[in-house]
């Protein structure tokens, strides 16, 4: 035993007597805090220790209960941060105890979710989700354990905090445990807390994961049990919960029908977007495009890909439609497009020519109404829209009369009209569900008259940018109201024989405009277009797709008072949803669009213009090569010669847009390519980088003559790039080249021929390494013909063994071994190139280098040639 100052180090040799759990029980019991929350610590590597023995890591597993009852929450919150570790190692290491984390850890981490410390509940709640992600609890355990606790911790007299977190997890929980148990034991008790009075905090939890929770229970249960919550939450008297409504009414929608999404939640979004808080309305535009986005369908996009044809868009007519269709599933990725993933479709008409997929039932969550948009034979239609004796046009079934307007009162035909013989139009028949019915009575939508006394109420206050925010909203919302009522009038209004109106009709179209202009504010209002007839207006905007009152909304997010009542960056949020939006209206319905994209595509603010760039290649695939060659490539055009942040975009996916061309427009490309060499920066290599990887995509676009005419001087100016990855990328595009002038000798030789000269015989080593590694590349990707390669090429790479610089004969060792030995071609003994491949090898083999004797003598398996471009080029710069 030594002793210093009277301090004894005998408890190093103690300890190391102690077995494994002799030092679990030792300091388990200490009273130094820092020992114990060692032992927390250590609990993983001491039941390591003593995982060849069952009974003793039930000896560790017993101890951790007494360390769980420990008073200091330092110590409790260490051993929750481990407990997930040591439920994996149990499952992975000790199969035969299954019963282990079930009955000594799954309690304490239940039990923690009450702890009376904040940090040991937070540790236990990621604890938590951790084994509920990595299926480390059983589902009977989650059923009867789990679930209770969390629904208890939610009761009304919790504690504040305790409720909200355990609301939480219960949200977070859901898609993990599934529908069934979600609806049997969660939901309930999810109703009841959307409508929490005490808590506003317990309703912004169940806001901002409503969305979730009405995937996992589906349709039926979201349209009965929680949009009347919904609805609640979304005029909750704190703006933080009906900001989380609005972030989440995108995955709602995707919940419901496409008659609930009409006749119900395009109203309730409209009151977001003209809610007072500037938070509320900020996100509910940002969320605007997503939420239209939900109104796609196959129907109205009129698009489908083929099989086998991947990538490919196709349009259906409306004659030749399927009697059903299945689903779209679609979502809005980085640069803010709606890319298709999938398009289920039923069998085709007998005159189509294309290939079917067989129908799926998939969640309420992305199938659409199968009554709202099926078109079977006559004798047995039962759309909730139409009876069975009312015979109306295909073309006019969907459009916004028929499909979502509210009912019309019946209107007596003139007598006199009728005694005189005149022909009068048939008034159609009203056509409205008892689903509709319900919608009415639970999400009353605003009549003329109410919007008009809103308006009136709030002009004294028309000073405040808020106050004048709603009155733009709501002008917009009296503006639809007043269109449909328009569109009615078209149906419903008797007309002479000069076709003038019959009837002094109050809501007729000179009424309408007058009443529309007496709502102008200023020359900055929405609706201050005047030099437009409404005839006109309504030919370019209207719609039968989505209720046009969220279009409406949609293209007053180019407004510039906008940008000063809601966001600064709303104008990039409408290009970052407007493929999306374009996807939902269908390329029918492009001019309602137009002018807004020209719009953004001509913004001041460059990160909008970027937006646009970065999708305009899936612009193009939904509205076809004649809109595209009309609209988009006037606009292709403005984008690159834009900044660099804006070029990148087109760059990136130029070759999917120049695919889209017709061959004559996509040639006239070729000229403006070089272009690209030149950047604001010249150090923005990943740019260059960029230009050759489409480059090589490129080739199969354009044919030989223009690829040697065109893209080889790009191609070998970017072989010289001062960035390795430049280059690597180019030698791959170089190789390329040699397979698409393959088939033509004259075209082939010429480039060979100059390859050698600009690279084989340069001056500099980086040139004369870029010749190698081509040359590898050409054989390992069969670009070339062994015969051709011999006749050009491989006279001037064997030169290569006497070049002064190592690097380059360490590649030339390299790639006879790798590629050229392993040819049979070159083994033959008829071959004439052997006796030459032979003897510069042997020369190599000789060499002064350690680096090229040793690539020359043996087969490196381990080094290729990705792993060549890192370990024998020259620095990045």
Known sequence: IVNLGGFSLDFVSQDEMLTPLGRLDKYVASENIFNRQ???????????????????????????????DDSEPSVRAELMEQVPHIAIFCQENRPSIPFAFSKYLLPIVVRYLADQNNQVRKTSQAALLVLLEQELI??????????????????????????????AIICKMAPMVGKDITERLFLPRFCEMCCDCRMFHVRKVCAANFGDICSVVGGEATEELLLPRFFQLCSDNVWGVRKACAECFMTVSS?????????KLSSLFISLISDP??????????????????????????????????????????????SHFGHLKGNIDLNGFLSVKEIHRNEPQPHEKRTTCNEKDDSPADVLAPSSFSLPEPAEEESPYVSPQDNIPEQELYNSFHFWRLPIAEMDLDMELLQQGESVPEEPPCYVSSSQGKAKASAPVLDRKQLEELIENLEPHIDDPDVKAQVDVLTAALRATTMDSHLEDAFLEPRDSQ????????????????????????DDSELSDSSFSPEDEKKSKHQDVIPQALLDQYLSMTDPSRAQTVDMEIAKHCAYSLPGVA????RQNWHCLRDTYETLASDMQWKVRRTLAFSIHELALILGDQLTAADLVPVFNGFLKDLDEVRVGVLKHLYHFLKLLHQDTRRKYLYQLQEFLVTDNSRNWRFRSELAEQLVLLLELYSGQDVYDYLRPLAFS??????????????KLVSEIIRKVASCQALLADFLSELVEKFCHSPKWSGRQAFAFICQLAIEDDCVSLEQFSEHLLAPLLQLASDPVANVRVLLAKTIRQSLLEREYFLHSANSHQEALEQTLVALQMDLDKDVKYFASVHPGSTRLSEDAMSTTSSTY
């Open 138 to 167: 059983e589902r009977g355990d989650i059923e009867t354990l789990v679930c209770p606790v969390l629904v208890d911790l939610t009761a009304p007299d919790s504690n504040d905090d305790v409720k909200t977190e355990a609301m």
């Open 38 to 68: 060692m032992v927390a610590r250590s609990l993983l590597d001491t039941l390591k220790a003593v995982s060849e023995d069952e009974r003793d890591c039930i000896g560790v597993l017993e101890r951790v209960g007494r360390l769980a």
């Open 718 to 731: 970017l072989c010289l790039d001062r960035v390795s990855s430049v280059r690597w990328t180019s030698y």
């Open 255 to 263: 919940s419901t029908s496409q008659e609930v999404r009409r006749t």
């Open 277 to 322: 808080s500037r938070w509320v309305r900020q996100a509910a535009f940002q969320s605007l495009g997503q939420f239209i986005s939900t109104f796609a369908s196959p129907n109205s996009v009129g698009q489908y890909f083929r099989e086998g044809e991947e990538g490919e868009c196709n349009c259906v007519h409306s004659q030749n439609r399927c």
């Open 499 to 522: 076709g003038g109106n019959h009837y002094d009709n109050p809501f007729g179209v000179h009424q309408m405009r007058n009443s529309t202009l007496q709502m102008h504010h200023g």
């Open 583 to 586: 996807m939902t209206l269908g």
